[in-house]
């Protein structure tokens, strides 16, 4: 069997011309499986990390973006994690490029700082989403929010509750 593309000799079953790297037809009708990683002789080096090994925080960082754009339209104070998601994703772009350069340790540091600005964005969501409920519960049982119910239905000429 002779490649298509540039002639050279390739064996029965290559799926892979080894010269020119066209793809081959599969003359003897067996079906490949197309969700197995076929190998072509590379193997990894010795002192490279698996790109699995090193995590890059995108999800979690669009996932608080996300939630503190929109509990802050309820509460305000979770857009104080705004920005810390914001870095932590800006982070997150950066791995990637450093493990395709082959700075693996340097890609590994972004990554472990990633990590802790997804993590202080997300204490930040807790701890302004815990205020704001301590907030709202002490403010709707002081005597200012039975005033200002008071003052507000009868502005309105609403008198049918009593809020005292």
């Not at 079906?31 to 076929?38: E, R």
């Not at 090193?54 to 994690?81: E, G, H, M, N, R």
């Not at 914001?86 to 490029?97: C, G, M, P, R, T």
Request: proline share 5%; charged share 15%; aromatic share 14%.
């Amino acid at each position: 069997m002779y490649c298509p593309k540039c002639g050279h000799e390739v064996g029965e079953h290559m799926v892979i011309c080894p010269s020119c790297g066209e793809l081959l037809e599969n003359r003897n009708n067996d079906t490949v499986n197309s969700f197995s990683q076929p190998n072509y002789g590379w193997q990894q080096p010795e002192g490279m990390p698996k790109i699995q090994d090193i995590p890059d925080y995108k999800v979690q960082s669009i996932l608080l973006i996300v939630f503190s754009a929109i509990l802050c339209c309820v509460f305000c104070l979770p857009i104080l994690a705004l920005p810390f998601a914001i870095i932590a994703l800006v982070n997150s772009n950066k791995i990637e490029a450093h493990i395709v350069a082959g700075n693996y340790e340097y890609a590994r540091k972004v990554s472990e700082n990633t990590k802790k600005w997804c993590w202080a964005s997300f204490g930040i969501l807790l701890g302004s989403i815990a205020i704001s409920i301590v907030f709202a519960i002490v403010f709707m049982n002081s005597g200012l929010y039975k005033e200002f119910m008071n003052e507000f239905m009868k502005q309105y000429e609403y008198y049918y509750y009593n809020f005292q």
